[in-house]
């Protein structure tokens, strides 16, 4: 039985990428499952280039760049974007349930809990605050990026602290348009957001950071911190059995589509949980969708969702579409964060718009000179 006014503390310390996800992953799990306290873990990487679970490496990534550059590319087990961690910046995660936080509802957590970081961060000498709907700020520059997921009534809730993060470096590993890398935009990125050792005027401690954190989410909570960096055993077998299936270009590479094939479209679709990206190669003379991929930085639970979609919509008729939309999602429930199925539909009809087929809620529409 989970001690509800306890919150256990762990430093795993510096590691690769592969190894700090499939702690997420097994952490996250044993929890669901009741095997593991109410926990912050505070984190560190080897310089790595992440993708979130939906995303394509080589739509989100140089991935040259890395190669050359000794950057690990690794995959969450949550959505979100693409991002690159190394040393300079200190990660924390909140594994509770939605009785320790007393509501469900994403919004309101994130707000409870950037809320306490911004207080953990603001003792350490600066003015933080939590801007909506998950940044937190120091003069309205970023210092702090943060998200979560659910799995079952398990919540994870992660951050991202900058203590002295290079910003170039993170904008030559993202696949962003050449204008970005230009000496203008690099210096309008950093104007952006916030390092610590700008900010403060030294470098602090790890251990002065986690400290502050740990006290002001100890606080917030109106728990006790217990300080414990030894992983149970059950957490232990998950993170080994979450290594072996992560650490493998399969995992890394699962989602990743073919840069190029002959009748593909493409589009795109800013929704409320996040930017969709969608493919399809069409059969123009049956009027049919041979096969869709989707990928892009949202939720979804369980992960396999998007890829079970899009099998069910393998030689689908352009008309039916929206029919095979709903009724996949009506077998197959699924827990999104501010998604619904028509963002899916959305997404596909915008790469429908590229062609001269007919399709419902749209009509046609001329192919683009």
Not at 132 to 157: C, H, M, Q, W
Not at 230 to 258: C, G, K, S, V
Not at 297 to 321: C, Y
């Amino acid at each position: 039985m989970r001690d509800p006014k306890t919150l256990r503390v762990i430093d795993t310390g510096l590691r690769r990428a592969a190894e700090n996800l499939a702690l997420n992953r097994a952490l996250l799990e044993a929890h669901q499952e009741g095997a593991s306290p109410h926990t912050l873990r505070f984190l560190r990487f080897t310089p790595c280039a992440l993708v979130g679970f939906h995303q394509s490496v080589e739509q989100e990534l140089r991935a040259d760049y890395c190669q050359e550059q000794g950057i690990d590319i690794q995959r969450r087990i949550t959505g979100g974007g693409a991002i690159y961690f190394d040393q300079t910046q200190i990660g924390w995660e909140l594994y509770l349930d939605k009785r320790f936080l007393g509501t469900a509802e994403m919004p309101l957590i994130a707000q409870r809990i950037c809320e306490a970081a911004a207080r953990g961060i603001s003792a350490l000498g600066v003015d933080a605050r939590f801007r909506p709907r998950n940044d937190i700020e120091v003069d309205g520059r970023k210092v702090s990026g943060t998200g979560g997921a659910f799995d079952g009534d398990s919540i994870l809730y992660q951050g991202t602290l900058l203590i002295d993060f290079d910003v170039e470096r993170m904008l030559r590993v993202l696949r962003i348009p050449a204008e970005k890398l230009s000496d203008k935009a690099i210096s309008s990125a950093r104007e952006r957001v916030a390092n610590l050792k700008d900010l403060l005027g030294e470098l602090p401690s790890f251990e002065t950071v986690q400290q502050r954190l740990a006290a002001s989410f100890a606080e917030a909570f109106d728990v006790n911190l217990e300080w414990d960096d030894a992983l149970n055993p059950t957490e232990e077998a998950r993170f080994a059995e979450a290594l072996r299936e992560m650490d493998t270009p399969e995992w890394i590479y699962q989602h990743d589509r073919p840069a190029a094939e002959a009748g593909m479209l493409e589009g795109l679709h800013k929704s409320p949980g996040g930017l969709m990206r969608a493919a399809l190669a069409l059969d123009h003379a049956r009027d049919r969708i041979k096969q869709v991929w989707i990928t892009g930085d949202f939720f979804v639970k369980p992960g396999r969702t998007v890829i079970d979609l899009e099998a069910s919509l393998r030689d689908t008729p352009v008309q039916e579409l929206e029919n095979n939309i709903r009724h996949f999602f009506a077998r197959n429930p699924a827990e999104m964060l501010m998604l619904s199925p028509d963002d899916f539909l959305t997404v596909l009809r915008n790469a429908l718009a590229k062609t001269t087929v007919a399709f419902p809620a749209g009509g046609a529409t001329e192919r683009p000179s």
